[in-house]
């Protein structure tokens, strides 16, 4: 597995004059609009690192982007993987660890979730403040990788404070605080949505949002000691009263809405890096 992860890194390393951002970003499913504000130094197709995932859902563009936004160097992942497509969680986080290797100090992550608190609205960022891993399993499971991280990495905060700060003074500073939430995530293998009772099972646990994504990456994130930002887009709404059968189209809608205030958002962020 290090094998792998140092040989992806050489590679993206040669084809970039040994680019060193200070951050990575990781769009999630409608949200990539946000590669178009990156100025864009070298940009690498997943298909040409060795040992590379491949994306495979729709609109997920499997590319990797070294440039600018916002004044810092960022690395940005345009497509994410998920255990639903059939990887291992250690595939799944394979790109954070590389981003790791490349040199990034902080990690910025977006997903598309559904909202199941009743008092979030279509097209809101939820800032995600904890959350709760229903996948089954998880990157750190077998041998420890020691270069990486510890064999125990304490998740008392997966979500770094200060980052989520600068995100709520940045939401403010935009005109955002209204539609922008602070909230819990659980993530879930997917790829079927839930069912009724699934939505109130997790909204009785105590989340706020639901998805497929973003957990097995924050947990690597952690283990190599990276602070987090994640965001959800509130792509469709899943509380009692609101709940009705998801098209895939509404939800690129509601993410499309969402596109620019999270654009703004995040360039805001890495600016004050």
Known sequence: MLDHLHEATAYIQSQSNSFLPQAGIILGTGLGALAKEVEVEYEINYADIPHFPLSTVESHAGRLLLGRLGGKKVAVLQG???????????QVVMPVRVLKLLGISQLLVSNAAGGLNPDFNLADLMLIDDHINLQPTNPLIGANLDELGPRFPDMFAPYDADL???AEAAAQELGQTASTRRGVYVSVPGPMLETPAEYRYLRTIGADAVGMSTVPEVIAARHLGLPVLAVSVITDLCAPGHLKPVVLADIFAAAGQAEPRLTALIRAVVAGL
């Open 164 to 166: 989520l700060a600068r």
């Open 80 to 90: 994410r993987f998920h255990y639903y497509e059939g990887y291992t969680m250690q």
